[in-house]
């Protein structure tokens, strides 16, 4: 059953004292961090982050309750707002006094409500009637104001992210203004309207921030609008209407996430998926943006896999009341004590418990049937890659043969992934090599993921184990090869010769010779020595495989001593010397080697004729025909001499 | 080796006569071994018109030749005998059957004065015994091909069955040998293949897969196009006689309508909403006629072990034919082959579209006006490829040549020459009229060249020849 659930909370939740009427707990998106302040702070906050490294304990004075605390990026600074005019500021740099300091907001008759950090020095305060943005100085105590903005401000959202502040404005809310930071500056991007399904009389706020998320989903900024079901509209069910945030130009709508139900909903971003969990039905849809609908509209999506609850999570009491060996009680799910933050957190205040949700994708294999998709799918996702190579080799050896229409579409899926990254590498070399200077823009070696499923990949986790399966017709051993080979090709992606030699060997294996020589005909099988000497070992199982390996070593003209050597072999040794004088290298060949095989023969007609050419290389080189004693060829000589006697030697011409 | 041909050019009111079949015998001596029952030895015999003791005759004359040759060499017995007025070719292809074939020595009608008949001169010399015993082993192999073998007909039925069998063939295949115009490929036997680039010749095999697939009945299938092979999933063997079968009669009994504009295939079949070109060449004309019959010539291949009887489906869209062949104790169909029709239409006709324009790229980019117009004929022992620049197209009723017998007949020499020997070897010939023909030997592969160049010598006819090599068989191990 466990292998249904294709959501489910982190093995390692960041733990922290649940709140309570004396501990406050706060949750900074920034730096992901949970405050525990008990008692405002007198006797003590404890931050948990998400490692250990992060976390932090310290005591401040109780000035009042805290209404908000974080720490600037990199926990240098921290603030904390305990009232709507200031924000209290404390350094935990070392070496600096730490020593609290208060700044109240330059807009009069403003409150603030809230702030947040955009380096470990840069904060805004964002108010009702505008925002300020200021630079810390930790050692003058005081913050400078670099830049404020005037606008009536409903409620705000940032994404750290990005350091990009949303701002609700107007009336009914639903203008929303976004802001970029960037060391320093502030600079504002265009607004956007975000459509309300009615629009209320009188005009009133009519955008809560509840409906609102803000989240990078494959690297581009995205407000999310959890649009309500509208008795009105006729609507059948809630949508997520995506709107896009580029850096530059206009925000548009660009998505529409059906969720064909009501009710009450939240929306997390992982793996670049949209969760929507719905509160009533505990359960959860995933929407996959990239992924393109076949049916309707265009940009409007329906959930990759059918609702599923998160994997049911157990946890083990602590404190006081739990005894130590106690059984683990299962977690309420989708409780409403749940408070979810972007882009992938739940936290449970009342338990005292922060998860990251993770994607399973091994359970996506069974939910989605469609190969096609399911691949789509999963080459999007991050932890991907054994997942898809299952899938491979269970769509090779499974029961129901995936045909191979099915088995052509994913190799093709799998190798335009492996052809963007290679293309992606060799642009990145080329430019590397032209000088690192010349180029404007600067290069950044592009990033394996483990999408990229490479030919050794394939190799290793599938195609060798598929091949030696039992019960599996040769037929369609050879079928899924080819079409693998002719997916590469498709890609211009150069076949590694292993898999020429696992196509031999299993064409050997059911003495389909035939079929292994017209692939060699064609060159579907590119030549390479490897391959050259494989097909020679084949030549006593098959004579034919001597003329495919000798014609594959002419072709690839760096081989010619392997073709001397095995024509040599034959005893050709004339064949050999007409060869290598064909190319041109007659000059620096071994005359032993020759003369060597040449007597091997027994043929003495044949000796001579080798001996004699030799003879007259030697005269041609050197003005001499005798040998070299480098050469080693005296018993030669001495052969040559009691065959034919002294007088056939060849002399030196006499002036 | 430099020889110089003898033949002179023949005068012009001789009357010349062209090689022809006498006649064509079947027998198992295993059949009438007694006294008196000779005839029962004969299984088939052409012409049928033969007074019953002449067969009788020449089938014991045959067999003496054979016997008697036996005793020289128990295993190689006589395999032709040469007369002034004919040549007898023996083939025993399986045990104690034997194939006879008499061809006449072509002859010259020589006419004289003064109103005396004309004086008849036989040229015993003019046959190649290489290309003749190989018309012979072909006619078994066709045979085989449609029929299996003779000994399973002779288990199935006795020598009725066997008889009916080879009478039914023989009668119909015999008018389609045409012995005047056979040459060394014959002797080949060769297929020629379609010169193909490595990523549609992918696709055509993805094509293949897929299709024995999707239609599991499918045993083999075979990939032609331009009357050339791309694919064949049968063994070398079968798919030889297939292949000559498929391009000497089946094909060209099909593209001569084709010509003649009758049966215009360019009117495209719609297929759900594909349209495509694809028709069958064997079994229904037309799909759409209620009374087609699904009936489809059978072929009988590994006969060696296996033996597999099988319907042989050739379906064709524009230029591209694929063999299909199903086991042929399987019921075909209206439904397997609309099923057929639907599935392969559609794709054969884009894939077809798309070897054409390969094709087309390929030979702009080699450039056909850059490679000098040899003329050639080439051929690879082991995979039996075969390339010649020397015979046109090959129609149902003669291959035609573009260069004259004589030339044909040194080639043929040459040939034999080469069959003699394992070494590799090169011959080159000045024939009259200032041709020189070369044949070169290197492992399996045979090449010959005619070249026509006035005054050339016997180093620039050799240097000519290796551009030859170095232009069209650079890719090859090809010693020169």
């Given amino acids: ?414 190798n335009q992934v492996y052809k963007e990254y290679l293309d992606a590498e060799q642009a990145y070399t080329a430019a590397m090599e032209s000088g690192p200077s010349r180029s404007s823009t600067s290069y950044k070696r592009p990033v394996r993921t483990q999408a990229v499923i490479d030919q050794s990949d394939m190799y290793t986790h599938v195609l060798s184990d598929f091949t030696e399966k039992k019960g599996v017709k040769h037929k369609f051993i050879i079928a899924v090869l080819m079409e693998y080979i002719r997916s590469l090709n498709q890609f211009q992606i150069p076949v590694q010769h292993y898999l020429y030699e696992l196509v031999i060997k299993t064409l050997v294996q059911h003495n389909l010779f035939y079929m292994l020589h017209q692939f060699l005909q064609y060159h579907v099988l590119s030549d390479s020595k490897p391959l050259a000497c494989l ?36 005893q050709q040794v004339l064949g050999a010397l007409r060869f290598i004088r064909s190319v041109g290298a007659h000059d620096n060949i071994s005359a032993r080697k020759f003369l060597d095989a040449a007597r091997q023969t027994n043929d003495t007609m044949l000796f001579y004729t080798i001996f004699r050419f030799f003879e007259q290389r030697n005269m041609r080189l050197r003005g001499n025909p005798g040998f070299n004693q480098g050469e080693h060829c005296e018993e030669h000589v001495a052969y040559f001499k009691q065959v034919f006697g002294e007088n056939a030697l060849m002399k030196l011409a006499t002036a | 080796m430099l020889m110089i041909s003898p033949r002179m050019a023949s005068g012009m009111q001789e009357k010349q006569y062209a090689p022809s079949l006498l006649s064509f015998f079947i027998y198992n001596p295993k059949f009438g071994p007694r006294e008196g029952e000779e005839e029962k030895k004969i299984l088939f015999y052409h012409p049928i018109e033969i007074e019953k003791n002449e067969k009788i005759r020449n089938v014991g004359l045959c067999e003496a030749i054979v016997q008697f040759t036996r005793t020289f060499c128990p295993t190689k017995p006589a395999k032709s005998l040469h007369t002034q007025k004919n040549r007898q070719f023996f083939h025993e292809p399986e045990e104690n059957y034997w194939m006879v074939m008499v061809v006449r020595n072509p002859m010259v009608e020589k006419p004289n004065k003064d109103g005396k008949p004309p004086t008849v001169e036989y040229q015993e010399e003019e046959i190649i015994d290489s290309v003749y015993g190989s018309v012979l082993k072909q006619c078994y192999s066709m045979y085989k091909l449609f029929n299996g073998t003779f000994s399973r007909a002779f288990e199935a039925g006795g020598v009725e069955l066997l008889t009916q069998k080879l009478e039914k063939f023989f009668y119909r295949y015999l008018q389609t040998l045409h012995l005047q115009s056979c040459d060394l490929l014959d002797v080949f036997g060769g297929i020629s293949f379609f010169p193909l680039d490595k990523m549609t010749y992918l696709k055509i095999q993805s094509f293949v897969n897929r299709v024995e697939e999707s239609l599991s009945l499918v045993k083999y299938t075979a990939f032609l196009y331009n009357d050339q092979l791309i694919w064949s999933g049968l063994e070398q063997d079968d798919m030889q006689i297939l292949y000559k079968y498929l391009t000497t009669s089946l094909f060209p009994r099909h593209t001569e309508p084709e010509l003649a504009g009758r049966d215009s295939p360019l009117r495209p079949e719609v297929a759900g909403n594909l349209l495509h070109y694809g028709r069958f060449l064997t079994g229904p004309a037309n799909l759409k006629d209620p009374e087609a019959k699904f009936r489809f010539p059978k072929i009988f291949v590994n006969t060696e072990d296996s033996y597999e009887e099988l319907h042989l489906i050739v379906y064709k869209a524009m230029s591209a034919a694929v063999c299909f062949m199903v086991n042929a104790a399987v019921d075909l169909s209206r439904e397997f082959c609309e099923q057929l029709d639907s599935l392969v239409g559609p794709q054969l006709t884009l894939l077809a579209s798309d070897i054409c324009e390969q094709y087309n790229i390929n030979r ?96 620039e006819v050799n240097e000519e020849v290796k551009r030859l090599c170095a232009t069209q068989f650079n890719n090859i191990f090809f010693l020169d």
């Fill in chain 1, 1 to 414: 059953m466990s292998d249904e659930f294709y959501l489910e909370l982190s093995e390692n939740p960041v733990q922290f004292e649940n709140a309570s009427s004396v501990n406050n707990v706060f949750f900074d998106e920034a730096n992901k961090q949970v405050f525990a302040v008990r008692s405002g702070g007198a006797t003590g906050v404890v931050v948990k982050g998400p490692d250990d490294k992060s976390s932090v304990a310290f005591r401040m004075d109780d000035k009042g309750e805290v209404k908000c605390i974080k720490f600037s990026l990199g926990n240098k600074i921290l603030a904390v707002q305990r009232t709507t005019k200031s924000v209290d500021f404390i350094n935990f740099i070392p070496d600096y006094p730490h020593l609290e300091f208060s700044h109240e907001c330059k807009t009069k008759n403003a409150s603030i409500l809230g702030f947040c950090w955009t380096s470990w020095n840069e904060v805004v305060f964002v108010t009702d009637q505008g925002i300020e943005f200021y630079q810390v100085l930790p050692d003058k105590r005081t913050l400078k104001l670099l830049k404020s903005q005037s606008i009536n401000v409903n409620w705000y959202m940032y994404c750290p992210e990005t350091a990009v502040l949303l701002l609700s404005t107007t009336v009914q809310g639903n203008v929303l203004q976004p802001f970029a930071f960037k060391s320093a500056t502030m600079s504002k991007m265009s607004k956007f309207e975000i459509e309300l399904p009615a629009v209320p009389k009188p005009a009133k706020l009519s955008l809560s921030e509840r409906d609102i998320a803000v989240a990078t989903i494959y690297d581009q900024l995205y407000v999310m609008y959890l649009k309500h079901h509208s008795r009105a509209t006729n609507s059948p069910g809630a949508e997520v209407v995506l709107y896009h945030l580029p850096r530059e130009g206009t925000c548009r709508k660009t998505h529409v996430l059906k969720l064909n139900t009501t009710g009450k909903f939240a929306l997390n971003v992982v793996d670049n998926l949209v969760v929507v969990h719905h509160q009533s039905s505990q359960s959860s849809l995933i929407y996959d943006i990239k992924l393109r609908e076949l049916d309707g509209a265009l940009n409007v999506h329906q959930p990759v896999l059918p609702a599923q609850s998160i994997n049911p999570y157990k946890i083990h009491l602590t404190g006081p009341a739990a005894a130590p060996s106690q059984a683990p009680v299962p977690c309420e799910l989708y409780s409403s004590s749940w408070s979810v933050f972007q882009p992938d957190i739940i936290i449970s205040a009342s338990e005292g418990y922060l998860w990251y949700l993770q994607v399973k994708l091994q359970p996506t294999l069974k939910l989605l049937r469609d190969k096609g998709k399911l691949m789509d799918f999963l080459l999007r996702r991050r932890d991907c890659k054994m997942v898809i190579l299952s899938v491979c080799s269970q769509m090779l050896t499974e029961g129901d043969k995936g045909n191979l229409s099915v088995v052509a579409t994913v190799f093709d899926k799998l």
């Fill in chain 1, 535 to 570: 097909l020679l070992s084949l030549e006593s199982t098959y004579p034919p495989a001597h003329q495919l390996s000798l014609d594959m070593l002419k072709r690839l003209s760096t081989a010619n001593d392997e073709i001397v050597e095995v024509l040599l072999s034959k």
């Fill in chain 2, 364 to 459: 702009r980019i080699s450039g056909p006006e850059k490679e000098p117009q040899f003329k050639f004929i080439y051929f690879n022992h082991m995979n039996l490829a075969e390339k010649s620049t020397i015979h046109m197209r090959k129609t149902a009723s003669v291959s035609l040549t573009s260069v004259h017998p004589d030339l044909m007949k040194i080639l043929g020499d040459i040939n034999c020459d080469f069959a003699r020997v394992d070494e590799d070897e090169e011959i080159i010939v000045k024939a009259m009229t200032d041709y020189w023909v070369v044949g070169k030997k290197s492992d399996q592969r045979e090449l010959y060249v005619i070249l026509n160049q006035k005054n050339a010598n016997l180093i």
